[in-house]
């Protein structure tokens, strides 16, 4: 017996990055600013989660070189902290994944807070260090809405049947 796998649906995954990029730069009030979720970084964690074999360092390498370009910022900041959330995502997604959705959330806390501390010292180093430890808060923010991101991705990939 011989079992077919769906290997289509790249574009799904595309159009997915290329949405996390808009919702991004969707303005928000100053205050919740602050919590503001890198959805770039939530969804590559997503995929890396749901299709490992099909999303993982090169993919958050090349999407942070995205990142970097669009935010005309230090070319490879992006890139590299993505693609070290692609790894440590991509090497404990079993446990991630069989976690229910709450527990997940505070495991994208880490993965996002890696994100930012790695943006910090990159930040730090070419001498633009952030102001204070607000820098932090998008983690959050992350956290509280990766329930919803999960269940819609989730959702979106079984529509479309992407594999």
């Keep these: ?31 919740l600013d602050r ?6 970084a939530m969804a590559l964690i997503y995929w890396c989660m749901a299709l490992p074999h099909r999303v993982g360092i090169g ?13 005309g910022g230090l070319l490879g900041q992006h890139a590299l902290a993505l693609a070290v959330v ?3 995502t991509s090497q404990a997604y079993r446990r991630i994944r069989a976690a229910p959705l709450w527990q997940q959330a505070f495991s994208v806390l880490i993965l996002l807070a890696i994100e930012r501390i790695l ?3 990159i930040s730090g180093v070419i001498g633009y260090p952030p102001q204070d430890w607000w820098y932090l808060a998008p983690a959050i923010g992350g ?4 329930p919803l991101l999960f269940i819609v991705l989730r959702d979106v990939r079984r529509y ?3 594999g």
């Design 1 to 31: 017996m011989t079992t077919t796998r769906q290997t289509g649906g790249g574009w799904v995954i595309a159009i997915s990055f290329l949405l996390a990029f808009l919702i991004s730069e969707i303005p928000l009030p100053s205050g």
């Design 119 to 121: 943006i910090f010292w």
């Design 35 to 40: 919590f503001r979720p890198d959805w770039v």
């Design 59 to 71: 993919v958050g390498w090349g999407v942070g070189l995205l990142l970097d370009v669009g935010r």
């Design 143 to 146: 956290m509280v809405l990766w």
């Design 160 to 162: 479309f049947q992407v």
């Design 86 to 88: 692609a790894y440590l």
